[in-house]
């Protein structure tokens, strides 16, 4: 709602990232949508949904995780990522990073790179990052 805010976000995101431009941006079901579409146009790169389960057509690869508050899935159609291809994970939020390490899961299995991940919050006395290793979390803010 507060559009100010929202550039901003964005705009740091893209600082922290300037560097690359050979990648895919990839969020994650829903909330990855709000940051993952703006970074991937300032980069000028491409962006892929990762989405909860049974919502993409097509062949498809699947990663279940745990929440805080029960189980869930997601899924990516299999063509959507090329073997080799060097992505950034994007969400609104790093908690247990069950989520995100279901998202690298899937990753693997396509045989993309995952360079980071990516989030607005992270929330660290869940210490999600750790379950991501060796994978990194870069958080533009940080609360206990
Ligand atoms: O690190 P974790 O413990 O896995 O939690 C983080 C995830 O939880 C929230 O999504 P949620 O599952 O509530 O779904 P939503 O984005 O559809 O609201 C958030 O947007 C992250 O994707
Ligand atoms: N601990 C948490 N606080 C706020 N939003 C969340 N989404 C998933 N886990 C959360």
């Given at each position: 709602?507060?559009?100010?805010?929202?550039?901003?976000?964005?705009?740091?995101?893209?600082?922290?990232?300037?560097?690359?431009?050979?990648?895919?941006?990839?969020?994650?079901?829903?909330?990855?949508?709000?940051?993952?579409?703006?970074?991937?146009?300032?980069?000028?790169?491409?962006?892929?949904?990762?989405?909860?389960?049974?919502?993409?057509?097509?062949?498809?690869?699947?990663?279940?995780?745990?929440?805080?508050?029960?189980?869930?899935?997601?899924?990516?159609?299999?063509?959507?990522?090329?073997?080799?291809?060097?992505?950034?994970?994007?969400?609104?939020?790093?908690?247990?990073?069950?989520?995100?390490?279901?998202?690298?899961?899937?990753?693997?299995?396509?045989?993309?790179?995952?360079?980071?991940?990516?989030v607005?919050?992270e929330?660290?006395?869940?210490?999600?990052?750790?379950?991501?290793?060796?994978?990194?979390?870069?958080s533009?803010?940080q609360?206990?």
């Open positions: 709602a507060n559009t100010m805010l929202y550039h901003i976000i964005t705009k740091q995101l893209k600082a922290y990232w300037k560097r690359l431009t050979s990648v895919q941006s990839q969020g994650l079901d829903a909330r990855g949508f709000l940051f993952g579409p703006p970074l991937a146009l300032r980069l000028g790169v491409g962006f892929v949904p990762v989405r909860k389960k049974g919502k993409l057509p097509g062949p498809t690869e699947t990663a279940s995780y745990a929440l805080e508050y029960g189980q869930a899935e997601l899924e990516i159609q299999r063509d959507a990522v090329e073997p080799g291809k060097k992505v950034v994970l994007v969400d609104d939020l790093l908690a247990t990073g069950g989520t995100m390490r279901a998202a690298c899961e899937l990753m693997k299995r396509l045989k993309a790179e995952v360079l980071e991940c990516l607005v919050i929330l660290l006395s869940l210490k999600g990052a750790e379950k991501l290793l060796p994978f990194h979390c870069h533009l803010l609360y206990d």
